[in-house]
Structure formats: structure tokens, C-alpha cells
């Protein structure tokens, strides 16, 4: 069964504080891992996708890293506005396209 | 471009009612997904539809839930009877064929009392 683990479970940083966010994974056959944040009463919003060992994705502040074993996801100079819930899933073997994700990493940014 | 769309925002039923939840796919999107989040968990996929066929049920609990997407394009989602437990955030999603991503709704909060 394919497991998610998302670290820490939250993190509170000052505004221009950077810092990572990981997700290590157990899978049959990595597909593809997603990151996607969600923010209080709204669904998840997609960031990134990955699909290979020593990819990167960027936007703005973000940055999205992929090794055989987990993910990083890497915050830049934060502003308050990216406070949210950061989630985790991956994209595993099989015809389906079915994500399992993580419990989420809750980022408090202040002021 | 349109979102996916969810109704209602919110439901508050007493357990061993029912209830339903309607949601509407991007426009062209043939694939479908309806999620259970329970507070403070990641979303947890409850049944996918391909066009108005499912693709994967295999967590639905099918002694209270059901879904149904008939002509391909939106879907209803129904619990009976609802217990204390499934208080949750269902979430919709769709995807394109053939393509992983998957575009999220706004999510019902049901609270069952």
C-alpha cells in the first residue's frame, strides 16, 4: 500500500524566514508526485507535478524538488499570503490514475 | 475557464438521515473524483469515474454510500443513512483524459449531529 508521510506537521516562519517542507514516500512504482496547496474552506489547489529523480519545478517563491525517496518543497523569502496547507500525493502503478496523499504541512507565515 | 462547481457549501444532518452532494466537472474533463477529508487528514479518494463508468470504488463504503454519474458530466454522491463519523469535507475533483492532474472543487463540509 502506498504511504505518504508529510514533515513537519506545522511550521511557523517570519516573513522573509525561508525553509523547506518534506514528503517522503513508499510507493509501487512512483508515476508522478504532486504538491498542492490548500488554503481554510477551499479545495486543494494544484502547484506542481514531478515525475523524475533530480526534477525541479519553480514558481514564485516556490520550489518543488524530487529525489527516489522524497520531496522537498522549498519556500523562498515567505509572505504572510502563503500561509496554507501544503499536501503531498503521489501517483503510483496501475492504469488508474488514483493519488494518495499526505496529511498535510500547515505554514503559518507573520508578519 | 470554470472551476469545478459543488453544491451545497454546507450540510448539517442528524445521523441516520440522508444526504446528497451534486458536482459539476470542468467543462470537457472526462475524468471524475469524489474525495472524503476529514479534518486534519489528506484527502482520501472515494470513487473515480471515467465518462459514466467507475474506475475505482474500492473505498467507497457501498452500505451507505453511492454515486452516480449518468450522462458523463456532473455526478451526485449520497449517504444513507449518514453516522457521526462521516463528518467531512467531500471534496470533487477532475482531470483531462489522460492526464494526471486533477483540478479540485470547493469541497461540502457535512457535520452530522
Known amino acids: 500500500e502506498d504511504q505518504v508521510t508529510q514533515s513537519p506537521e506545522a511550521l511557523r516562519l517570519q516573513e522573509g524566514e525561508s525553509s523547506s517542507l518534506n514528503c517522503s514516500y513508499t510507493?509501487?512504482?512512483?508515476?508522478?508526485l504532486f504538491w498542492y496547496r490548500q488554503d481554510p474552506g477551499k479545495g486543494p489547489e494544484f502547484l506542481f507535478t514531478?515525475?523524475?529523480a533530480g526534477e525541479e519545478k519553480e514558481k514564485e517563491r516556490l520550489k518543488a524538488t524530487l529525489t527516489k525517496k522524497e520531496s522537498f518543497l522549498h519556500i523562498t523569502a515567505p509572505k504572510p499570503e502563503d500561509s496554507a496547507t501544503y499536501l503531498c500525493?503521489?501517483?503510483?502503478?496501475?492504469?488508474?490514475?488514483?493519488?494518495?496523499f499526505g496529511k498535510g504541512t500547515l505554514l503559518t507565515v507573520n508578519p | 475557464e470554470a472551476g469545478v462547481a459543488q453544491s451545497p457549501r454546507y450540510k448539517i444532518i442528524e445521523k441516520r438521515q440522508s444526504v446528497a452532494f451534486w458536482c459539476n466537472p470542468i467543462?470537457?474533463?472526462?475524468?471524475l473524483y469524489w474525495y472524503q477529508q476529514i479534518l486534519g487528514q489528506g484527502p482520501k479518494l472515494l470513487i473515480q469515474?471515467?465518462?459514466?463508468?467507475?474506475?475505482?470504488d474500492s473505498q467507497l463504503p457501498k452500505d451507505r454510500f453511492s454515486a452516480e454519474r449518468l450522462k458523463g458530466v456532473d455526478s451526485t454522491l449520497k449517504i444513507q443513512p449518514a453516522k457521526l463519523e462521516d463528518s467531512a469535507v467531500y471534496l470533487c475533483?477532475?482531470?483531462?483524459?489522460?492526464?494526471?492532474?486533477?483540478?479540485f472543487g470547493p469541497g461540502t463540509r457535512l457535520t452530522v449531529l
Open positions: 475533483a477532475s482531470s483531462p483524459t489522460g492526464e494526471p492532474t486533477q483540478y
Open positions: 510507493v509501487s512504482g512512483l508515476r508522478g
Open positions: 514531478l515525475y523524475s
Open positions: 500525493a503521489v501517483l503510483s502503478g496501475g492504469s488508474n490514475y488514483k493519488l494518495t
Open positions: 467543462s470537457g474533463h472526462a475524468t
Open positions: 469515474f471515467q465518462n459514466n463508468g467507475v474506475v475505482d
